[in-house]
């Protein structure tokens, strides 16, 4: 009898440091924790691969965005291995003042760029790890930030579920665009403006068939990207 007793109390104890080990495993570390949770392709060529992107911050503390950047790297298999640059950047102007509280999450769109650097094919490098980070601000947990994607679109019925049809029209001589025949639901509209390296050089919020200018950028390619938030459209231009 006393045995069996002595059995059932050490199962017991068992049971309850396995419990009390998975808490500490699951409780967000204090500070500022941000992680990747999703990645969806856009849109995929030979020179960018467009998606949005959430980001969820896990930790006790929030996190201003524009202290967040986004870093792409291509990689010949889900491993990471031979992996290269594809471009990166902060996910909003310094200007921001936005931020992502605690257990909240955010969600952008953003490009890689496997030729960035040099020439890396889809083909070749079919992978994508975003890596997210923050600066000045530290995390208190940093081997949780990157995600790794299969370089694809899931079906036709994904993609046409996230691709806007729409018109953009850019006016070399004034320096202007204006986006006409928008497919979504919504006809208020951001717009981010990165070059052909993948970093965010301007971003706004535009509306439906009203003319905008862009100042302040140098001469050369440039990508539009605008979203309602559900679907997205993009079209390169030469400033």
């Not at 992502?100 to 496997?114: D, H």
């Not at 905008?212 to 990508?223: A, C, E, R």
């Amino acid at each position: 009898m006393n045995r069996r007793i002595l059995k059932k109390a050490t199962l017991f104890l068992i049971v309850c440091f396995l419990f009390l080990t998975s808490a500490q495993n699951l409780r967000a570390c204090t500070g500022i924790d941000v992680i990747v949770t999703k990645i969806t392709f856009t849109s995929i060529t030979t020179d960018s691969y467009m998606y949005t992107y959430e980001i969820k911050n896990t930790g006790t503390q929030s996190v201003p965005l524009n202290q967040l950047s986004l870093q792409n790297y291509v990689a010949t298999d889900a491993q990471g291995s031979n992996q290269k640059a594809a471009g990166g950047s902060n996910i909003v102007l310094s200007s921001n003042t936005g931020v992502i509280a605690a257990g909240a999450t955010f969600t952008g769109t953003l490009g890689a760029y496997p030729n960035a650097v040099g020439t890396y094919p889809q083909s070749s490098y079919p992978y994508l790890f975003v890596t997210v980070s923050v600066y000045p601000g530290t995390e208190c947990d940093n081997t949780n930030n990157t995600l790794v994607a299969l370089i694809e679109m899931t079906t036709t019925g994904n993609q046409s579920k996230h691709t806007a049809d729409a018109t953009l029209i850019w006016n070399a001589t004034t320096k202007s665009f204006l986006v006409k025949d928008w497919s979504g639901s919504s006809t208020s509209l951001q717009y981010n403006i990165f070059n052909m390296s993948g970093t965010l050089c301007m971003s706004g919020f535009i509306e439906e068939e009203l003319s905008t200018t862009l100042t302040s950028l140098q001469n050369g390619m440039y990508i539009i990207y605008i979203t309602d938030g559900e679907k997205v459209y993009s079209k390169k231009i030469i400033y």
